[in-house]
Structure formats: structure tokens, C-alpha cells
């Protein structure tokens, strides 16, 4: 991760093309295809939910499509984490930056909610 954007939806898709390009280039047994599937899913549902947002018709709506963004980036802090301790454990510098940003942008997401209320 190399410069962060300023703007969540710009850090989200820059974020989301890191776990795209981390998941291409993994090597891992076909057992554990779907626990990347689930990272990928997770990771990449953050972004989207964050333009979904924008899109919404009400307020409500755009709080509630940030909660399923936090809830995603909360949920890719688990697959993180995961497969750092088990499948890949030696990508665990590569895995701990992803982790970090997984933690970055949920506390932003975090905030955005918390100052819509």
C-alpha cells in the first residue's frame, strides 16, 4: 500500500484492487479456495457498499449502506487474519499491511456513521 487517498472511495477500490492482486498471485491448495473466495468477497463488498451509498434515496439508506460497509470491513479482518495464521503465514508482512488497512478504513466508516447520527 503505497500512498493513501484522501477520499474512503478512492482508498476502498485502491484497497480492494490490493486484495484482488494479493489473491491472483497467492499460491495456495485448492481446500482453501474458499476462504480466499471469502476474502475477496468481504474485501471488495467494502467499496461497493460505500457507492452504493451514494446512490441511496434517503439518509437512512446511506447509513445503512455504510454499516454493511463496516460490517464487510470487519469481516475481512477475519479472512486477514486467518489465513495469515494458517495458510500463508509466510506472507505475514504483505498480510499485516492489508490487515492495517482493513483496520484504517473501518474506523473512517466507523466515524462517517457515527457523525451521520
Do not use: H
Not at 486467518?82 to 492495517?100: V, W
Amino acid at each position: 500500500m503505497s500512498e493513501k487517498p484522501y477520499d474512503i472511495k478512492q482508498r476502498c477500490y485502491q484497497f480492494s484492487k490490493e486484495i484482488v492482486l494479493f489473491i491472483s498471485n497467492a499460491k495456495y491448495d485448492r481446500i482453501y479456495f474458499s476462504v480466499f473466495d471469502q476474502l475477496l468477497r468481504s474485501g471488495t463488498s467494502i467499496g461497493a457498499n460505500i457507492i452504493e451509498a451514494k446512490a441511496g434515496s434517503s439518509t437512512k439508506d446511506f447509513r445503512n449502506f455504510y454499516n454493511i460497509a463496516l460490517k464487510s470491513g470487519n469481516e475481512t479482518k477475519y479472512w486477514i487474519c486467518l489465513i495469515r495464521d494458517t495458510i500463508l503465514s509466510d506472507e505475514k508482512e504483505k498480510l499485516n499491511k492489508l490487515l492495517t488497512e482493513a483496520d484504517e478504513i473501518s474506523k473512517i466508516i466507523a466515524r462517517i456513521i457515527i457523525n451521520l447520527k
